[in-house]
């Protein structure tokens, strides 16, 4: 790449090859692995998403059942990873305590040295297994509340979500959740994947990697709008507060978060289209919509002002709020979901690897002399 192409923010730059996924943004197609992924959240179980993904196919109903098995032997999350979250401030963000759970997982993991594509298929499983388990639990920690485990007669995505609310979720419930999993699991190359791949690269191991994609995910340009996104919806109250609100930020030159995406640019996500569908049949089911109003009337403002589009966080902040979920626990909840994807670009990354090591367009000083320092003090 030469100075003259060069743009902040490593906008069009190609980082590295991969066959996991990729965002066609002409034909609006996320495709993850050969498959449209609005199709998949449509059509299956996250639980075959997180086969396609690490293995490469579609798991055959036999191999479901065996995905399945393993996430629940797995999850048993170590005593000593809940005294590390027990002793950490009431305050501390949930995006801190699970990147401290994260990072502290390594030291209980019996095959850390082993970095073979088998020993990180199952330390895949383990992060999946246990991932939700830290961030329903270090929710509950944090309010002096008990513990929660899996139950044996919930499926994968209903014990995620039941072990955060404590209600064991309707069928209706665990459809759309499938949907929120599925439409967070991966995303081609944002900043998260981006940071876990470059820590990779140095064959650091993928808990490194990981923790390094939770710290990338907490801020708000990246997974940390649809915590904020749904702070504006909750602040604003009524259609009209929000239209206020939305104008108001636009007039302030502010942005408004769950608009704009670097890749899609001025199109639809086509995540956020699945989420405003979950949204309206939600609202619909329930009788109250206006949440969902709420959110048209926003995404009318700013397209007509500002020719910006939703991205996912904007209509998945609102079914997570319809789902149960509190609202500090949308960005834990993205990175419970991403940790397939995540983990499938640091195998990937490991298999291919070379060490990721840009240059800079230099903008400092030349020349300076300590010998002129010394003599000028
Ligand atoms: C799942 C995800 O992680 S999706 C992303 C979630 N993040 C958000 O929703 C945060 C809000 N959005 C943004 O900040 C941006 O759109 C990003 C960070 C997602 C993409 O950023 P970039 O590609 O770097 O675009 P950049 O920030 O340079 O914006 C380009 C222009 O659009 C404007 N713009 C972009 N997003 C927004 C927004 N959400 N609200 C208002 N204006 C915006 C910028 O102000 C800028 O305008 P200007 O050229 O007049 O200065
Ligand atoms: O692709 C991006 O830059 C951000 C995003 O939408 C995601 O990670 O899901």
Redesign the pocket.
């Known amino acids: 790449m030469s100075i003259e192409s060069y743009k902040p ?1 490593l ?1 069009n730059v190609i980082a590295c090859e991969t066959s996991i996924s990729y965002l066609d943004v002409e034909h609006e197609e996320i495709v993850i692995r050969g498959y449209d992924l609005i199709d998949l959240a449509r059509q299956l179980s996250y639980v075959d998403v997180i086969g396609l993904l690490l293995d490469g196919r579609l798991p055959s109903p036999d191999e479901r059942v065996t995905i399945e098995q393993m996430l629940s032997e797995q999850a048993h999350l170590p005593e000593g990873i809940y005294a590390i979250l027990s002793s950490l401030p009431a305050s501390t963000h949930p995006m801190d305590a699970l990147r401290t759970g994260v990072s502290a997982l390594s030291g209980f993991d019996p095959e850390l040295a082993n970095a073979s594509v088998e020993a990180n298929r199952r330390r895949a499983f383990r992060l999946l297994a246990l991932v939700p388990q830290i961030v329903a639990n270090s929710y509950h920690i944090a309010r002096g509340e008990g513990l929660v485990q899996p139950r044996s007669d919930l499926s994968f995505v209903a014990n995620c979500l039941y072990m955060i609310t404590k209600r064991e979720p309707s069928a209706a419930e665990e459809r759309y959740y499938n949907q929120v999993l599925m439409v967070y699991c991966e ?1 081609e190359l ?1 900043n998260s994947t981006f940071a876990a791949r470059v820590i990779a690269s140095t064959q650091s191991d993928m808990y490194g990697a990981l923790t390094g994609a939770v710290a990338s995910l907490k801020g ?4 940390g ?2 915590e ?2 749904m702070n504006m919806l909750l602040e604003a109250q009524t259609v009209e507060g929000f239209e206020r609100l939305v104008r108001t930020k ?1 007039a302030n ?10 890749v899609y ?1 001025r199109k639809s ?1 086509p995540r956020a289209l699945l989420m405003k569908e979950a949204l309206r049949e939600m609202s619909e089911a329930s009788g109250d919509d206006r949440l969902y109003h709420m959110c048209l009337a926003g995404e009318e403002i ?1 397209r007509e002002e ?1 020719g ?1 589009f939703p ?4 209509y998945a902040a609102p079914v997570m709020h319809l789902l149960g979920i509190p609202v500090e626990l949308f960005t834990p909840v ?1 990175f419970a979901a991403r940790v397939v994807g995540l983990a499938a670009h640091v195998t990937e990354q490991l298999e291919h690897n070379r060490l990721f090591r840009p240059r800079v367009l230099y903008t400092g000083p030349r020349g300076n002399k300590v010998s002129q320092i010394i003599a000028d003090n």
């Open positions: 923010g906008e995303h944002p708000p340009l990246h997974g709008a649809n904020a996104v636009l030159k502010e942005k408004i978060m769950g608009f704009g995406h670097r640019m996500d700013v500002k910006l991205n996912l966080d904007y993205f």
